[in-house]
Every structure is written in C-alpha cells, then in structure tokens.
C-alpha cells in the first residue's frame, strides 16, 4: 500500500514537472529528437546484438523458456551465439510481442520501442536536473539542454541505430535514483533490483549510494541495497528453480571467460590471463582505490552528490573491463551528461575559479578522446569484422585512444567531486562561524 502511493505521489510531481505549459520548447525539443531518432533507428542496420535477442524474444513469445529451449540461433545460415543476458530486457519484448503477434512483429517495432525508451530516458534526466535546478534563475534552459545534449550526442544516436538495449537498464538505474532523492527508498531498491535483472552491471551505479550510508551514518543505504538483491533474486527464482547451472553461466561466469576481442588492454597485451580471475581483481582494486579516496575525503550526503559519484566508478570500471565494445560507452554517458550540467549550473550560481575550469575543458577532452577512439574503433569494426584487429595497429591506437578518454575522465570527475564539496563544506563552515559571531 505505502509503496502504490509513493508510486502515485512520484507519478503525479513528475507529470506536473513535465508537462508544464511553459514547457513549450521541450515538447518541440521531444517532437524533433523523435524524428530524428526514427530516421536514424529504422535504417537497415541491425547487428548481431540486436538480431540475436529480437529473434530470442519472437521465441521467448511462442512459449519458449529462455536458457532452457533457446539455444544457438542460426539466421540465414549464420549461427549465432545464444542470448547470455539476464532476463528483464528479453521478457519485456517478448511480452509486446506476444501482444502484437509473432507474425505480426517487426524489427522497426522492437527498434521504435527501444527509441521510446532513449526518450524516456532523456526526459527523466530532464527531470533529475530540474529537481536539483529548480531555484536556478536558468534551470529550464539547462535542464532543455541537458535533454538535448544526451539525445542528439553521436553516443545515444550509435544505440538507436544499433539497436542497443544499454538505456534500458538505464531508465531503472535513473528511476532508482529519483527515488532516492526523495527517501522513498523501497522503491529505489525495487528499480535498482530491476536494473540488475536488465544487467548484473548496474551494481556499479550503486556504490555511492553505500558511501552515503557510510557518511550520513543511514542504514537506509544497505536497506536499498538488500531490496535490490531480493529484486534480482525474485525475477531469476523461476530460473534458478528450473535450470540454475545454465542461467547463472549465462548471466555471470561467461562474461568471464569468453575471449572476445574488443577495446579492452587485455585483448592485446594480456589476452593469456584474459579469461582468469586476474582482470576482475585488477578491476576490483581500482574500484576499491576509488571507493577508499571518496571514504576518506569527499563526505557524500546529499543524493545529488551520489549522482556525481557514479560517473568515477562507471568510467573506471569500463577502462579496467576485459571486455569494452563500443557500445558499452553509453553506459557513462547519462552521468557525464549531468555532471557537466551540474557544474555549469554551479559555475553561473557562485562564479567560476580558474581551476574548475581546467578541470571542465579536461573533462570534455577527456569526452572527446572516447569519442575518437570509439569512432575510430567502430569504423575499422564495420570494414574489417575483427579480421586484422591483432595485425592493424588502428585498432590498437582506437582503443589506447578511447581507454585514456575513459581514465581521464574517471579522474577529473573524482577531482571536481573533492574540490566542489570542500569549497561547498567551507562556506557553510564559514556561514557557521558568522552566525555564531
């Protein structure tokens, strides 16, 4: 009962924020994007990805158990591998296709319904800003261009033309921490729970919630974190009932083992221990360096701070993955999209020092460099399918490109974080000591 009404209350806040008469340049900036990203997303491209889990849903639709009855499928003459997902992504489609007709069911549907889903995530970044803005005298304008920015960004317009389902565990990660900001936190655990059943991926999101926890000594921190796993374990009993062997290779220890090539370091200096337990404590040892550092020196207590946090931990996490496609990039894009609002936003409120700015033009270089390094990766993708990527050195430079983008950026955001809360910590020391004087 408590929980349909914070689902009311959030329902009824956010579609009053959103569909506000004085709105008239977000609804125009929706109309534009969704003909743009229809354009762009309904050409003929459809990559292995994609038309491995359309045609997994269409079975899924039938009356086929994933991970039991649905193994390789072969597609006009092509094998492909077998869907290793968790399951959330799959049943939602294959439920809409169940609705609509197998026979019925186009991949231009499954690709409009992924199209909807960027929307809704554009517009409830749209929506994070504003809470965080709202007393800004400019807060319709960065929350309009954060909306813009994340939407028209070559990142998310790569995933509507691939295809890609990286924003739908997205939507419940930003759902997750809406619900956060507003202390209704069985229903952040709830969403977060399903961000891990779109991907295991979106506990890593999660880590400043638990710093919170540690700095606002709130023991809600782990009460999220305990909803979100019950979450998971829920939406995976059926299959962990009915073949728990298969499903948890599928969705956990594959990801370990396969060999694939990709952007990651591993592919080409390390590829003989790519497939041990090394690159995941190498990962885990960064993340914990990070996590340690923000223990230690930037108190997270307020929900906006624990927004920022993620960006650090997702970037890293990536640069230190021992798989990293392409399409794994758009993973931090949300987060840096906020970031940089954020500090825009702070920037016009108190004035901007010279080493923020710095630290701004480095994060954008920082964006810039995935940027090049993706493109460039992507094109000799397209052209060479992998046949020479441990002969042709660009494959090498793409990927030395991106991974500096990504470290680059890991850091500057956990240097911005640090300076932005100890100058926040001294002026409200110092607006302390005037009162008491």
């Keep these: 009962m408590l929980v349909a009404l914070e689902v009311k209350q ?13 709105f008239s340049l977000f609804y125009l900036s929706l109309i534009i994007n969704l003909i743009i990203h229809l354009i762009i997303g309904l050409s003929y491209y459809n990559p292995v990805d994609f038309v491995l889990q359309f045609e997994a849903a269409k079975k899924i639709a039938q009356g086929n158990l994933l991970y039991r009855d649905i193994g390789d499928i072969v597609i006009n003459g092509f094998t492909l591998q077998k869907p290793q997902y968790p399951p959330l992504y799959l049943y939602t ?28 995530v554009g517009v409830l970044l749209f929506y994070i800003t504003k809470l965080y803005t709202n007393s800004h005298p400019k807060s319709n304008f960065i929350a309009l261009s954060v909306l813009n920015f994340f939407l028209l960004n070559p990142v998310t317009l790569g995933v509507v033309f691939g295809g890609y389902h990286d924003n739908f565990m997205i939507l419940f990660v930003l759902i997750g921490f809406i619900m956060f900001k507003k202390a209704s936190y069985s229903l952040s655990g709830l969403f ?11 506990g890593i999101y999660m880590i400043p919630i638990l710093l919170w926890g540690i700095h606002s000594h709130n023991i809600k921190s782990i009460y999220i974190w305990i909803l979100a796993g019950i979450t998971f374990f829920i939406g995976s009993l059926p299959f962990l009932l009915i073949v728990a062997e298969i499903y948890l290779n599928d ?79 758009p993973f931090i894009f949300p987060f840096l999209t906020l970031n940089l609002f954020f500090l825009l936003a702070d920037y016009y409120s108190r004035g901007i020092i010279r080493t923020e700015i710095y630290s701004v033009i480095s994060l954008i270089i920082g964006l810039i460099l995935i940027y090049i390094g993706v493109g460039g990766f992507g094109i000799l993708w397209s052209f060479e399918k992998y046949e020479t990527y441990t002969t042709n050195p660009l494959f090498l430079i793409s990927s030395i490109i991106c991974i500096s983008g990504l470290i680059l950026v890991s850091l500057i955001s ?18 302390r000591l005037l009162q008491e004087n």
């Design 93 to 120: 489609l294959g439920s809409i296709i169940a609705l609509v007709g197998v026979d019925s069911f186009t991949w231009q549907m499954a690709k409009l319904f992924l199209i909807i889903v960027n929307l809704i």
């Design 251 to 329: 969705v956990f220890f594959i990801h370990a083992q396969r060999p694939d090539p990709s952007m990651s370091f591993y592919t080409y200096f390390f590829s003989e221990i790519s497939t041990t337990m090394i690159p995941f404590l190498v990962q885990s040892v960064f993340l914990l360096i990070f996590f340690v550092f923000l223990v230690k020196k930037v108190p997270i207590v307020e929900s906006k701070t624990s927004i920022k946090a993620v960006l650090p931990f997702i970037a890293i996490f990536l640069a230190t993955n021992r798989i990293l496609y392409p399409h794994y990039i």
């Design 414 to 431: 956990l240097y911005l974080l640090s300076i932005t809360i100890n100058k926040g910590i001294g002026k409200i020391h110092d607006e």
């Design 192 to 202: 977060f729970g399903l961000a891990l059943l779109v991907k295991p991926l979106a």
């Design 10 to 22: 959030f329902s009824s806040t956010f579609l009053k924020s959103i569909f506000d008469k004085k």
